[in-house]
């Protein structure tokens, strides 16, 4: 068959436009390579949705932020997944740089971001008591926002895949050429797929496929950031998120509350050449946790860290998203260079790759899309009645696997059934944040396990991290042989 | 509202111990909460031997240990739920817990057990960097892994840190069949028993590096390799010490942090340095009526000092439900740890409250050889036992007499120390 859209990669760009796209009568599927959506560069960030006053005035990359920002409160009603407009702070805590601040809020008007307000030292440390003595005044942008990475990403994938976008996972691009009726041919480590138009959502390996058939080459460095995830005792340490002001590498390292009660600390920007790379290293731990106690005082990081890792941002050499078909490669649509603010923009990035779809292909819009996904439920914010309620009808929710997170079977078991469901510790973590409290999955990763034996059928020795190789135990133990 | 005279929330070893001593001391109305699906707690998969040696006077298993617990519980038919998890404590003792069966339901206590244990530090805090493969396992998950569902988490093993469950883990791994090649511990001592340490790594030919840490992680999907390094007294490997072992697992045995999230939202003092509440002679916390015993308090080095620490928390607890706080109205004697002595529990004393004995635990901050550990009275010393050897890995006690501390009526603090001579 051949498809009409085919999306290489299932990271946030690539499954908002999966969704964009799943409102005409097209048949579109995506392509990747990771054993679940949000597997590459869309699962290590800020978490943050931006208000926009960073990208250069007239660019896309601040036209599609601002858009995309405003496009969040309806999209993640839609899509039942939470958001919530902390602000955000530009910090000086030098008074000769006071100046740049004031550049950065006239940006900001320029591009459309609302709300802007420049505040000084004794407004700032009024409305955020943690701030280093230093900090002398601020930019504040309260449509600044925070958001689950995962949850926007996966939200965006089910909902597509509800409308009949077909995703095939493990399913890794190699090549493509386009042949003489006009038909891309893209050959996988799964057999060859065919389209009228592809979309190149790859990510840091985007430069990978618009070099194969663009004659204007293009760059993507990785951009490596390293990051620490502090206990929920520490979420309440500020409020708002918590930004240096900008260097020529990017925004600095943040200190921001997570949506989900954390605090985050980072990134660092370290450019390597390794496009798998997404190791840690103490270099870069240091220099993070150097950085991040600029801004505030007495940062607790050490003891109160429960995590760290990396990601690696796709860095395009002009530092601005490559969007559009190549001429010399018709139906080839780029959708490349997709860093910060990529989570923000991934909405209006959706929209406006589909758009260019859309003029290409002209379908004609679905009659039964529904773009709105039931989230999987949170019972901690229910009443005890309401609990009760549910834990009658279905007892799994009265089963708490994850300790740290309160995380109940019923959750889990959503999470494992629903489309696109999780087949792997880390999917059914990233869907439900179960192994992702304090304890980092000590306890409820054999429970988690059983689960998806029972539920899924995989055997216990095959049941992995997040797919490939990442295998957790591998085989059985003497006595574990001899109960078969 | 359903009540209780005595909730005990948990029911492992100090749960049990406590219901136990409850119910002997003469209070009917028990009931023991326990998350897992089986009482017993986290004794249950330390199928090794070694328990029970002082409460027993016998080498049991873990769940041999258990069991005798448990059969006193069943005998005396005291109640306890399963799979049932406590969501909140507050501050007037309402207990809210959820299950498949009862859904959410709270339940007023007349005095409160906190025996919740402890879990282990995971990578994160201890800021390793690298990758994040599988392959990387707290200690006591991999032991979950192997004794209970009949996994091996690996074949090739690199151990990170010398607490007990890594010591045992290292031992268990090699019986299954596989090679674990290195014990690497970033003190310059082991943070486990000597006996573990002889039992468990010389007996098998593993070597320990003390002062050695993990500074890279390999592999991206499954663990690869593991480069550790010598560390300076800044704690700061020292560049050119690095060793690479080639394995698929790193066990990580770094400590165990009380897990008092429960109690704190119960508005719970807690020490900074046990991460435990902060308790009197009688293991009462902060909030009048609630007890605290087990790892949940500090963490312990033997099962059998658990049990002896929740049999007093139980009939503390019993004796509150019958009689309430009977607080003398004296200011409590305060506990000083220092020199050596790095916390102390009980953390204060009431005379009046107290039996004829008191046993006060702590632990010591650095390995003393032929050293002293020396009680003072206010400014006068009462106290000096010497010591061969002290380590941080195992608990230390002295036992003070009621008949001694009336002779000092106007005591206001007690210090611990360690001296050379």
């Not at chain 2, 409160?112 to 402890?118: H, P, Q, R």
Request: proline content about 4%; glycine content about 10%; some cysteine.
């Amino acid at each position: 068959m051949t498809y009409d859209c085919i999306i290489i990669g299932a990271g946030v760009s690539g499954s908002a436009t999966a969704r964009e796209l799943s409102k005409y009568d097209l048949n579109v599927c995506v392509l990747e390579k990771g054993e679940d959506v949000c597997s590459g560069t869309s699962k290590a960030n800020s978490a943050i949705v931006h208000a926009g006053f960073d990208a250069a005035e007239g660019s896309l990359m601040a036209k599609l932020n601002v858009e995309g920002n405003q496009m969040m409160d309806e999209l993640c009603a839609d899509l039942e997944i939470p958001f919530k407009r902390n602000g955000s702070l530009v910090v000086c805590i030098h008074e000769e740089e006071k100046g740049g601040l004031k550049e950065l809020y006239d940006r900001g008007i320029a591009n459309g971001v609302k709300d802007l307000k420049l505040l000084d030292k004794e407004e700032l440390h009024k409305m955020e008591p943690n701030l280093a003595d230093e900090a002398c005044a601020a930019l504040y942008a309260p449509t600044g926002g925070i958001i689950c990475p995962f949850m926007l990403n996966i939200a965006m994938a089910e909902n597509a895949a509800d409308n009949g976008v077909d995703f095939f996972f493990n399913t890794e691009a190699e090549t493509l050429k386009r042949d003489d009726d006009g038909i891309w041919h893209i050959r996988t480590n799964n057999g060859e797929y065919k389209t009228k138009y592809v979309i190149n959502a790859a990510g840091v390996y985007s430069d990978k496929f618009h070099n194969m058939v663009a004659d204007k080459k293009i760059h993507i460095t990785p951009r490596r950031g390293d990051y620490c995830l502090l206990d929920k005792e520490m979420g309440g340490f500020v409020s708002k998120t918590i930004f240096p002001q900008p260097t020529k590498l990017g925004k600095g390292v943040l200190v921001s509350p997570t949506i989900h009660g954390n605090l985050i600390v980072g990134p660092t920007a370290i450019d390597i050449e390794d496009k798998e790379a997404t190791a840690t290293t103490a270099a870069g731990i240091n220099d993070l946790i150097a950085k991040a106690g600029m801004h505030v005082n007495n940062l607790p990081v050490g003891r109160k860290v429960i995590t760290s890792f990396a990601g690696l941002r796709a860095h395009e050499d002009n530092h601005e998203f490559v969007i559009g078909e190549v001429k010399e490669a018709p139906g080839f649509i780029d959708c490349a260079g997709i860093e910060s603010p990529g989570l923000t923009s991934s909405p209006a990035i959706g929209k406006m790759v589909a758009g260019i779809v859309c003029d290409l292909a002209k379908p004609s819009k679905k009659a039964n899309w529904n773009g709105k996904r039931k989230g999987i439920l949170n019972p901690s914010e229910m009443t005890i009645e309401e609990r009760n309620e549910l834990i009658k009808k279905n007892p799994a929710y009265g089963q708490i696997i994850c300790r740290c997170e309160s995380i109940s079977e019923g959750e889990i078991l959503d999470a494992i059934h629903r489309t696109l469901g999780a087949r792997s510790l880390d999917g059914v973590k990233r869907r439900t944040r179960a192994g992702m409290g304090r304890c980092q999955a000590g306890f409820c990763s054999p429970r988690v396990m059983e689960i998806i034996n029972r539920e899924l059928g995989i055997p216990m020795e095959k049941i992995t991290k997040s797919g490939g190789k990442s295998v957790i135990a591998p085989e059985r133990s003497k006595a574990g042989k001899g109960d078969e | 509202m359903l009540s209780y005279d005595i909730v005990i929330v948990g029911g492992g070893p100090a749960g049990l111990a406590a219901a136990v001593a409850a119910r002997e001391a003469g209070t009917e109305s028990i009931l023991i909460l326990e998350r897992d699906h089986e009482l017993g707690g986290i004794l249950n998969q330390c199928i090794h031997n070694g328990f029970g040696l002082h409460t027993f006077k016998e080498e049991l298993t873990g769940p041999e240990y258990a069991y005798r617990f448990m059969k006193q519980v069943y005998d005396m038919k005291i109640e306890y739920k399963l799979n049932t998890m406590v969501m909140d404590i507050s501050a007037d003792r309402v207990v809210t817990t959820m299950n498949k069966t009862d859904g959410m339901n709270q339940i007023k206590a007349g005095a409160v057990v906190l025996a919740m244990g402890c879990r282990e530090r995971p990578r994160g805090a201890l800021n390793i960097p690298g990758y994040r493969p599988a392959g990387i396992f707290s200690a006591g998950t991999a032991q979950r892994l192997v004794n209970m569902e009949g996994y091996m988490p690996g074949r090739e093993v690199v151990i990170l840190g010398s607490g007990d469950i890594g010591l045992i883990m290292a031992r268990r791994m090699t019986l299954e069949g596989a090679k674990v090649k290195v014990v690497a511990e970033l003190m310059p001592y082991s943070g486990g028993l000597k006996r573990n340490i002889v039992q468990c790594l010389d007996d098998f030919g593993i070597p320990l590096k003390l002062s050695h840490t993990v500074v890279d992680i390999e592999g991206k999907e499954r663990v690869s390799a593991v480069t550790i390094a010598e560390v300076g007294p800044d704690m700061k490997p020292i560049p050119g010490t690095e060793e690479r072992y080639t394995c698929d697992t790193l066990l990580l045995s770094c400590g165990l942090i009380p897990e008092n999230e429960l109690s704190k939202s119960a508005g719970v003092e807690l020490s900074p340095v046990t991460s435990g509440p902060v308790v009197n002679e009688s293991l009462e916390t902060s909030i009048p009526g609630v007890f605290a015993c087990g790892n949940v308090l500090h963490v312990h080095d033997l099962v059998d000092f658990v049990s002896e620490e929740a049999k007093r928390a139980g009939e503390n607890a019993s004796k509150y439900v019958k009689e309430g706080s009977k607080k003398s109205g004296r200011e409590p004697i305060k506990f000083v740890a220092t020199e050596g002595a790095r916390y102390t529990v009980p953390s204060t004393l009431d005379v009046d409250r107290m039996d004829d004995l008191l046993t006060v635990r702590f632990r010591v901050g650095a390995v003393y050889q032929d050293s002293y550990v020396s009680v003072y009275f206010d400014n006068e010393r009462i106290m000096h036992n010497k010591k061969r050897i002290m380590a941080p890995g195992e608990m230390e006690q002295v036992i003070l007499q009621k008949k001694k501390l009336a002779e000092y009526p106007d005591l206001k603090t007690i210090t611990i120390k360690i001296e050379k001579d």
